[in-house]
């Protein structure tokens, strides 16, 4: 009788057997593996060898030659000092433009808008010949056309309650449109509202204050209601009369005062605006900054290629119509200088001589504003450009 055996040692190696099989197995599908992705780095490695100043540093490398250091320092001082596309320098032709533009500006305003001054007096008028553009803009509206007759006609329909032309201590029928903020036109409608609206008139008097005067008499309550349109009306009423209207913002000259010291801003600015300094003048200095404007735009679009594309992206877009802005106002800065230059020759050369109403307020206002977008465009942020030069 055969005994039962504790440990079945046929089973047991089997078993085992089937277990190192397997192992074997797999360890040949790991080495396929391995060497399957050992050729995928080669190839990766290939690739990557094949790209222009690339750089591959393999391990167990102790030392780089010089040849592998260059690209590597290049790179850096990329990245330190991008030298970005929408950075420039206008050409020799560009800076030329720009001058010859300002020189024309120059020569238009010494010659054509001069000085708006008063050179004589008769028959109780004045005469303001100091300035062709000017005398040629006061002698519209001045004679027996439509449009004087339209002009006299909203003078009678168009009285408002702050047209005050005596007070004392205040204001007289010469300065009175300077002294009455009401009569600007930039900032006269809300002084003009509320001057209708509340039956006052509203004042700069002698000492630079600001003088609030009530009304006798209550304006029409039904005409409050068309105040602006009053206004409107007022305003284009006074345009073509003998003292015109103040160039705009003008009035607030009259807060810079030392009573009757006639060498402060104030008495100044008033003088000049009796002189005939006053929006029409403003008018034939703004010729010359039109004019030199022009020149410099027209010169761009003959020069300035069209390099959109209607797959640009829209940063792509907006750093192409930025630097053709600046490339406006850097040659515009340019010109501003030279006609700049020319109005201070203008001003302190014979035969004005420090006559203030020679200062051509649009020409340095024109450098303001350009020399501002300027200095915008050179602090604006950079990243987005460097990112795109990166791609």
């Not at 006299?152 to 309650?161: A, F, G």
């Not at 001003?347 to 350009?370: C, K, Q, R, V, Y």
Request: charged share 25%; aromatic share 8%.
């Amino acid at each position: 009788m055969e005994k039962d055996k504790i440990i079945s040692f046929d089973n047991e190696f089997t078993s085992l057997s089937n277990k190192i099989t397997d192992a074997d197995e797999r360890a040949e599908e790991v080495k396929e593996t391995i060497s399957d992705t050992s050729e995928l780095i080669d190839d990766v490695f290939m690739e990557l060898q094949s790209i222009p100043g690339a750089l591959i540093i393999h391990e167990g490398d102790n030392q780089l030659s010089d040849k592998d250091v260059e690209p590597i320092k290049l790179i850096m001082k990329d990245l330190s000092d991008p030298d970005l596309k929408g950075d420039f320098s206008l050409s020799a032709i560009d800076t030329v433009t720009a001058i010859a533009a300002g020189v024309v500006a120059s020569v238009i305003d010494i010659v054509f808008v001069g000085t708006p001054e008063v050179v004589k007096i008769y028959k109780g008028g004045e005469n303001f010949d100091g300035s062709r553009l000017t005398a040629l803009l006061r002698s519209i509206g001045n004679g027996d056309d439509k449009l004087s007759e339209m002009l006299e006609w909203l003078s009678h329909k168009c009285t408002v309650p702050y047209d005050l032309s005596l007070k004392k201590g205040a204001v007289i029928p010469n300065n009175h449109r300077l002294r009455n903020p009401g009569h600007d036109p930039m900032f006269g409608l809300l002084f003009a509202i509320a001057d209708i609206i509340l039956d006052t008139t509203t004042l700069i008097d002698n000492e630079g204050n600001l003088r609030i005067v009530v009304r006798d008499k209550e304006y029409p309550p039904q005409e409050k209601y068309l105040s602006v349109i009053y206004y409107l009306g007022h305003l284009l009423s006074d345009v073509c009369t003998s003292r015109g209207l103040p160039i705009p913002g003008f009035f607030m000259t009259q807060f810079f005062t030392t009573g009757d010291d006639s060498s402060s801003i104030a008495r100044i600015a008033e003088q000049m605006y009796k002189d005939g300094y006053d929006s029409r003048h403003m008018i034939s200095m703004s010729t010359p900054v039109v004019i030199k404007n022009l020149i410099t735009d027209t010169y761009l679009n003959l020069v300035f290629e069209d390099e959109s594309s209607q797959f640009d992206s829209i940063a792509e877009k907006e750093i192409r119509n930025n630097k053709r802005t600046a490339y406006k106002y850097r040659m515009r800065l340019v010109s501003d200088a030279v006609s700049c230059g020319g109005n201070a020759m203008k001003f302190f050369l014979p035969p004005t001589m420090g006559n203030m109403t020679a200062l051509n307020l649009s020409e340095w206002a024109s450098l303001i504003h350009d020399t501002i977008a300027e200095s915008k465009y050179q602090l604006r942020d950079k990243s987005v450009e460097t990112a795109l030069l990166r791609v």
